[in-house]
């Protein structure tokens, strides 16, 4: 299931590069570290560290605990989780913007997240 749903932020191998190129989507610089620390390590490695208040850990912690538990409260929690799984692969939605070698990346994610729509 953890591959399945890698899917969904990681680019496929045969087009990473470098490890910069992994992740489909970054966010801006200033959260960048903290979204690497919980994505590599998981939210526990960064909590007590400045990078543990940072809104995407928490976001990422809220998320992951919140999973574990409806998880956990579920006898046959194999099912669940294919079932977690599933609703995010459909309902999940991204988007892939392809950019010529002059567009600047970061600064078209700044500006699609500044209009704030979908």
């Known amino acids: ?11 496929d191998s045969d087009y990473v590069k470098h490890e910069k190129d ?9 959260d960048r570290k903290a979204f690497e620390q ?16 940072n809104r ?4 990422h912690n809220y998320f992951f605990h919140r999973s574990k538990e409806w998880l956990a409260e579920n006898k046959n929690s194999s099912t669940h989780a294919e079932a977690l799984a599933d609703t995010l692969m459909a309902h999940l939605e991204l988007v892939s ?9 970061q600064q078209i994610f700044e500006t699609l997240n500044a209009r704030g729509n979908p």
Do not use: F
């Open 1 to 11: 299931m953890s591959r399945k749903l890698s899917k969904l932020v990681e680019n």
């Open 22 to 30: 992994r992740y489909k989507v970054l966010p801006t610089n200033s």
């Open 97 to 105: 913007i392809t950019l010529t070698v002059d567009e600047n990346p």
């Open 38 to 53: 919980v994505m590599t390590h998981g939210y526990e490695a960064i909590q007590q560290d400045a990078l543990g208040q």
């Open 56 to 59: 995407i850990a928490q976001a």
